[in-house]
Structures are given as structure tokens and as C-alpha cells.
């Protein structure tokens, strides 16, 4: 078993140097905007320039860094949970996958606030401010890159798998079948450098967003206090998440410790509600003590403990609702799943697809209505006195709901990255071929002290996996929610920026009224639908190629050997790794030019109207963003578990009810772990990269070219969108 | 493969390259704008406050790894002998 781990493992390691290099290039784009507005425009000094690229490159390293880790680490554990599975010990299985977890969302979560809080405390007062963009600008751009070319690769890899056991009737993870090692490879690479590399940027811009705004909105005397305030609290969510993992490690030794079947979801969802709960006292506790009655603040913040704690507890009660609200429609035991079995069943392919497509559907509805309530609440309670010590107080209430969410930053990330880790156990464990080991038994008994129980054991995997699937769905709308309720901060501190320079109101541009704030909407919504289809074309014939390889190449004689073929499986990951960097790379040059492209166009050349469109743009990118990455996320979630019903629960594997659901899944493979999950980052990389663009093309040196800079940064962008199809096509047959 | 993406990575760097050519020719005025995020100076107890946060970062690193180890400990070390040869 740790054979085949050593083998994913140094495939993840090769698609991570050949990332490392393709996001050298991309920073070198960022590098020269940046050096452009900072060295040209703002006339910063040389050392200053440099000490802002140099917190850039921190961020890419640090998404990048945390990325390499979590691949570590899923490696390590996924062969240990495979192993743990023979013993009968469910409760151990479970917490060598929650322990990896929780390792990689900690560890993340402290490396991104050192970071933060050596800006804050060390670098010099007129280059902090600018080093939080530029170190936020990079840690998005590291995540976006490493999420959009992950996501690409890991369904490329499944597809090609999955079709398999359509085309030549083979089981899950048989080893003949090239496609399941590159598939493990996409476990990692995608699912697990996801959540990691993108739980570490959200942290961070979030944070930066709110850091901003309390830095241009608030009273200037407040403004220290509420930073060390946010960080404090940052800070104590560490302790609350590690507190709450002992105390459910406890009380799940106690509940479960000695069964041998339990349900895998339980104590995964105890965890989320009692760090929820924890979290919730910690940040009324600790804002009283920090600014309430008796800490010395000034009199004006020291009745507003209460009201922001509660603000923000709307956010951290948000981040332990929404996994409830998703597992209505992704988990196996909810109605939705049922409903797409049902439908596959006489309805074949077709009605499963239109069943999944209504959960998704169904589930963009209800999550949506949740964010409406919970933001409504922040915006009634910002009522109580906010407006006294700052401007916009229910935007900054909107930023504290995403803060919130992220309170629990290291317990989501956690249970994200269960899901990965038990997905592998099971594909290991499979590819080992540890039944067909003559005396296999005693050689155990023997060495370890146990006797296995192979059928049990799988078992458990499938099991652990379906809830690994769960969870997995349940932790993204989470992170998603807070790039939009993150990105609506950060748009209105571009709003104050806009505010400052042009000397404008901003209700007077920024109206219905003003056709070009529709022309931003309209914009917005074009580059989401052409993400979704660009991204979902680079996997379509990505997969096309690899399923043609492995037709070519698979040998299912009865003579030819049992064990996976190390060769054919490094190729089909050369394959996966091609198209998703292809892929990748006509993307964000794509979304990159259309930032420039649009902000510049933004400029204020006669009369602050057009000013409007860029930041219609951002918000339109921000609401059809989210509402698409949850349909798609929930509707790919329904899909899988509806297969995984069929296999485990119904047990009827081969039949063409199974067929139908895995026609289901692959559909769904590029919705929830491609699309939906890529645009999290790619909205808040728009929204602080537009930060920057704007400042470019509103700066008086700047914006009577800015028009025509920007018209040629359409026709790159363009060009782009243009070749992520026409480039990307399946190629004729020869 | 790899060749007609060094390619086009070569051919869009001409491209940003070409239009941050066009971006420099502009004429340079000095009007540094209030833009900036002007972070505040923050008091003594702020910072001594922070500090401690530094060291509970740290803290959850060293939890961070000892979960590692933990987690590589939890398995037998070698297990070659599984593969069938």
C-alpha cells in the first residue's frame, strides 16, 4: 500500500514543479502592473517597489507552500487510513483522515496570520497598507492558478476512469486500468491543494479586505483598535478550533469508540457545531473584554461590543447552517439523491441528469435566501450605532458575516480535506491487491497483532468516503460565500478609493440610473458563463484524450498481470497535466486582460459616469458568480452520492441503473470539483487585482490613455476566450 | 507539447510586454494620490497584544506538525511487502 502512495505521491510532486514554474510567468504579469502603479504612477521608491513585489512573492510561496503540504500529508495518511481499515477499528480510520486534516487547516490557517501580523507590526506605516494588497494580490493569483489547473487535472484523470467501467464493465479502482493511479494523482492535486491553497488565500483576503476598510471608513483615532481587535480575535478562532477537535475527539472516543458500525457523518458534524457554538461565546467573551464597558476604549465603540459580536456571530452560525442546507441535496440519506436514483431508474442517463440539475437548482434558491437572511441580520444589527464611528456601516457588517464564516477557517478546511484522504484510502487500498497476497492473513496476525477483516474493511472505505463526499460538498459554498460576502468589503473600499481620488459621491455614479453600471452587470455575468464553459471544454477533451489512451492501452486478458502498469499511468498523468495547464493558462491570461481591459476602460475621461461599469462588474461577477458555483457544486455532489447509493446501499454494481448514475457523475465531476470551486478564487483575484487596475486607471497621469490601453487588453482578452475553445478542440481523427 | 506552450507562453509575453511598452511611453505626471491604505501606528499594549498572537501562531504550527507526525506514526513504516510481485 505504501508502494502505490509513493508512486501518487511522486506524480503530485512533478504536476507541482511544472506548476511552480507556470506561476513564475504569471507573476511576472502582476510584477510589472504592480511596479508599474507603485514605482510610475505612485512614485514610490525603489527599496519600498521592492519590498511590495517581495510581499507578492511571499503570497504565491504561501499558497503554493501550504499546497505542497497538504499534498504531503494526504499521502501519508491515505495509505495509513487504507492500513487502519483492516483492523475493525472505524474510529481510528476516521481519525487518521480528521487528524491530516485538521494538521493541514491549522497549520495554514497560523502561517497566514504570522504573515498578516508581521505586516501589521514590521513594515513601515507608508508601505503596510500597499504590502496587504500586494501580498493578498499573491496568494490569490497562487490559488486561482493552483485551483483552476487542480480542478482541471483531477476530472480529467476521474472522467477518464469512470468511463471505463462503462466501456469494458470493470470495477471501481481496478488496477488495470491506467486511469485509476492519475486519478489518485487528481485526488491530490485537485481536491486537496483546493481547499488548501484556497482556504489560505480566502483567509487572507478576507482579512486584507476588512483591513482596508476599517483603515478608509472608520474614524481615524478607532482605527488601531479595531485592527488589533480583528487579529485578536483571528488569533483565539486558532485556539477555539483546536479546543473543539480535542473535546469531539472525546466525546466521539466515548460514542463510538467501541462499535464496529457507526455513521461516518456524525462525528464530522459534531465538530462543525461545537466549534460554531465555542467560537460564537470566545467572540462575544472577547469583544467585551476588548471593547467593552471597562477596557478603556473611547465611549462611543464601548456600547458596540454587542453589536458587532452579534454581527459576527451571523457569520459563524452562517458557516455551520450552510453545510446543513447542502446536505439537503448531496447527502445519501437526503430525498434529492433518492429522487435522482429514482429518476435513473426507468429514465436512464437522461432524467438522472435532469433530476441532479434540479437539485442544484433547488439548492442556488434556499443557500441564496440563507445569505439574503443572514446579511439582512447583519445590516439590522449595524443599525444600532455603527454609522457613529465609520461611513457604510452595513457594508463593513457584510465583511464581518464573511469574517465569521472564516472563524472557524481551520475546522472547514478540516473536514474539506477528509474527503480527499478517504477518496485515496479506498483507491489504495484496491490498487494493493492485498486479498490476493497468499497467507496474507497470517503474515498480519503475525506482525501487527490483528486479524483483518477484508470485507468489513471495505466497507468502511466506501462508507467513509460517502461521507468524505458530503462534507466535501457542504465545505464549499462555505468558502464561496465568503469570496462574496469578502468581495462586497473589498468593492466598496474601491468605492472609497474612487471616492478619494475623483472627489465624487459615490451614490451619484453609482445608480441604475447610470447605463453604465448595467453595462457592468451585463459584462460580469458574460465572463462567469464563459468561465464555466472554458474550464469545462478544457476538461472535456482533456478526457477525451485520455480515455482514447487508455482504450488503446488497457489489457484485461485473463493472462496479462492484475497489478496497475507504472508506465502507461505516468503517461495518462503527462496527459492530465498537459490540458490542465493549457487549460489553466488561457484562462487567467483571459481574466487577467479583462480586468485590466475593463477597469481601464472604467477611466474617467469626461465625466465620472464610466467609472460605474468596473464597479458593476465586480459586483455582477461577485452575485452570478456565487449562484453559479452553488448550482454547480450541490448539483455534482447529488450526482456522486447518487452513484455511491447505488454501489453501497443498493448494492447493484454492472446494472444499468449504475451506468445511468455514473453518466450522472461524470457530468457532474467538472460542475463541483472544476467550475464552482475555481470561481471562488477568481472572484476575489478580479476583485483585488481590479483594486489595483482601478487606482491604475483613474490616477491623473493615467487615464486619458487608459481607454485605449484598455481597449487593447479586450482584444487580448478576446483572443483569449477566443482560443480556450477554438484552441482547446478534440482533435480530428487522423 | 511542452515546445507550443513555451511558444505561446513566449508570444503572450510579447503581447503584455508590448502593451506595458505602450503604458510607459505616457507622460509621466507626479500626482501621487490619497489612495493608500494608510495603516495606523498601533500603541505599546496593541503591539505587545499582537506579539502573544505571533506566539499562538506558532503554537498552532508546532500542533500543525505534531498532527503529522502523529498521523506518520499511526501506520507501519514499511509495507513493500504487500505489493505482489
Known amino acids: 500500500m505504501l508502494d502505490v502512495a509513493d508512486i501518487i505521491y511522486e506524480t503530485c510532486k512533478t504536476y507541482l514543479i511544472q506548476q511552480g514554474k507556470l506561476l513564475c510567468i504569471l507573476f511576472a504579469f502582476i510584477g510589472i502592473c504592480i511596479a508599474f502603479y507603485f514605482g510610475f504612477l505612485q512614485k514610490t521608491p525603489l527599496s519600498g517597489v521592492l519590498l511590495i ?74 508601505l503596510a497598507g500597499a504590502s496587504f494588497i500586494g501580498f493578498a494580490v499573491g496568494e490569490s493569483l497562487g490559488a486561482s492558478a493552483l485551483r483552476i489547473a487542480g480542478g482541471i487535472f483531477t476530472k480529467i484523470a476521474d472522467i477518464g476512469s469512470d468511463l471505463m467501467k462503462i466501456a469494458f464493465g470493470i470495477k471501481e479502482d481496478d488496477p488495470r486500468n491506467p486511469g485509476v493511479i492519475a486519478d489518485c494523482t487528481g485526488d491530490n492535486a485537485g481536491d486537496s491543494v483546493g481547499p488548501t491553497a484556497d482556504g489560505f488565500e480566502t483567509y487572507g483576503v478576507t482579512g486584507v479586505a476588512l483591513v482596508s476598510f476599517i483603515v478608509l471608513a472608520v474614524q481615524p483615532a478607532l482605527t488601531g483598535i479595531l485592527l488589533t481587535w480583528i487579529f485578536v480575535m483571528r488569533v483565539l478562532m486558532i485556539i477555539t478550533s483546536v479546543s473543539s477537535f480535542y473535546i469531539n475527539r472525546a466525546l466521539s472516543q466515548a460514542r463510538f469508540g467501541s462499535k464496529k458500525d457507526f455513521d461516518f457523518e456524525q462525528p464530522l458534524t459534531s465538530l462543525v457545531w461545537i466549534t460554531s457554538i465555542l467560537s460564537i461565546v470566545v467572540t462575544f467573551a472577547v469583544s467585551y473584554y476588548l471593547l467593552g464597558p471597562g477596557s478603556g476604549v473611547p465611549v462611543q465603540l ?113 473536514v474539506d480535506s477528509y474527503g480527499p484522504v478517504t477518496d485515496n484510502a479506498q483507491s489504495i487500498y484496491e490498487l494493493s491487491l492485498i486479498e490476493a497476497i497468499p497467507n496474507v492473513e497470517k503474515q498480519i496476525q503475525k506482525e501487527f497483532g490483528f486479524k483483518p477483516d477484508f470485507d468489513k474493511a471495505k466497507h468502511y472505505l466506501e462508507a467513509n468516503d460517502g461521507a468524505g463526499n458530503t462534507f466535501k460538498a457542504t465545505a464549499k459554498p462555505v468558502l464561496i460565500g465568503t469570496a462574496v460576502v469578502g468581495a462586497t468589503t473589498m468593492i466598496f473600499s474601491l468605492i472609497l478609493v474612487i471616492k478619494n481620488v475623483l472627489g465624487v459621491q459615490p451614490e451619484q455614479i453609482l445608480t441604475l440610473l ?49 497489478k496497475a502498469s507504472i508506465e502507461q499511468s505516468k503517461e495518462v498523468v503527462k496527459i492530465c497535466t498537459q490540458y490542465a495547464q493549457q487549460g489553466m493558462f488561457n484562462i487567467f491570461i483571459a481574466i487577467f486582460s479583462f480586468t485590466l481591459a475593463f477597469s481601464f476602460l472604467s477611466a474617467p475621461v469626461n465625466g465620472n459616469e464610466p467609472v460605474a461599469f468596473f464597479v458593476s462588474y465586480l459586483i455582477s461577477i ?43 457523475d461524470t457530468v457532474g465531476d467538472p460542475f463541483k470539483d472544476t467550475s464552482s470551486v475555481a470561481l471562488n478564487p477568481i472572484i476575489k483575484f478580479t476583485t483585488l487585482f481590479g483594486l489595483l487596475a482601478m487606482e491604475i486607471a483613474i490616477s491623473e497621469s493615467f487615464r486619458n490613455v487608459a481607454p485605449y490601453v484598455g481597449g487593447i487588453f479586450l482584444v487580448i482578452a478576446l483572443f483569449f476566450v477566443w482560443r480556450s475553445f477554438y484552441g482547446m478542440r478534440i482533435p480530428a481523427k487522423e | 507539447m511542452e515546445i507550443i506552450i513555451k511558444k505561446r507562453v513566449v508570444k503572450a509575453i510579447h503581447e503584455g510586454l508590448l502593451s506595458l511598452t505602450m503604458l510607459s511611453l505616457t507622460p509621466a505626471i507626479a500626482a501621487a494620490s490619497e489612495a493608500n491604505l494608510k495603516i495606523p501606528n498601533l500603541s505599546q499594549g496593541q503591539n505587545n497584544l499582537l506579539l502573544y498572537g505571533i506566539m499562538v501562531c506558532i503554537l498552532g504550527m508546532l500542533f500543525g506538525f505534531y498532527q503529522f507526525m502523529q498521523v506518520k506514526k499511526s501506520g507501519p513504516i514499511n509495507l513493500c511487502w504487500m505489493w505482489p510481485t
Open chain 1, 53 to 126: 513585489l517581495a510581499w507578492t512573492v511571499i503570497g504565491i510561496l504561501g499558497s503554493y507552500s501550504v499546497a505542497w503540504y497538504g499534498i504531503r500529508m494526504n499521502t501519508l495518511a491515505n495509505s495509513r487510513a487504507a492500513f487502519a481499515s483492516l483492523e475493525t477499528k472505524p474510529l481510528k480510520l476516521l481519525n487518521i483522515a480528521l487528524d491530516a486534516g485538521m494538521s493541514i487547516g491549522v497549520l495554514l490557517v497560523c502561517v497566514e496570520l504570522i504573515m498578516m501580523l508581521i505586516i501589521l507590526l514590521f513594515v513601515p506605516r507608508e
Open chain 1, 622 to 664: 461577485a452575485v452570478f458568480g456565487l449562484f453559479q458555483a452553488v448550482f454547480m457544486a450541490n448539483a455534482g455532489g447529488c450526482w456522486d452520492n447518487a452513484k455511491k447509493v447505488v454501489e453501497v446501499d443498493l448494492q447493484e454494481k454492472g446494472t444499468p441503473l449504475h451506468e445511468a448514475t455514473i453518466v450522472g
Open chain 1, 514 to 562: 447610470n447605463p453604465y453600471t448595467i453595462f457592468g452587470l451585463l459584462a460580469g455575468g458574460s465572463v462567469i458563463y464563459w468561465f464555466t464553459g472554458a474550464s469545462t471544454q478544457a476538461v472535456t477533451t482533456g478526457a477525451y484524450r485520455t480515455v482514447e489512451y487508455i482504450k488503446k492501452h488497457i489489457q484485461l486478458d485473463e493472462n496479462a498481470s492484475q
Open chain 1, 302 to 414: 464601548q456600547k458596540l461590543w454587542l453589536v458587532l459580536s452579534v454581527v459576527i456571530s451571523c457569520g459563524t452560525l452562517g458557516a455551520a447552517l450552510i453545510p446543513e442546507f447542502t446536505k439537503i441535496f448531496t447527502s445519501p440519506n437526503s430525498r434529492h439523491v433518492a429522487e435522482v436514483v429514482k429518476a435513473s431508474r426507468e429514465g436512464g442517463p437522461s432524467l438522472n441528469i435532469l433530476s441532479g440539475l434540479v437539485a442544484g437548482n433547488f439548492s442556488a434558491f434556499w443557500i441564496g435566501m440563507l445569505f439574503l437572511a443572514l446579511m439582512f441580520v447583519a445590516y439590522y444589527a449595524s443599525g444600532y450605532g455603527l454609522s457613529e464611528i465609520m461611513i457604510y456601516p452595513s457594508i463593513f457588517a457584510f465583511g464581518l458575516v464573511a469574517f465569521g464564516m472564516l472563524g472557524m477557517g481551520p475546522v472547514t478546511i478540516a
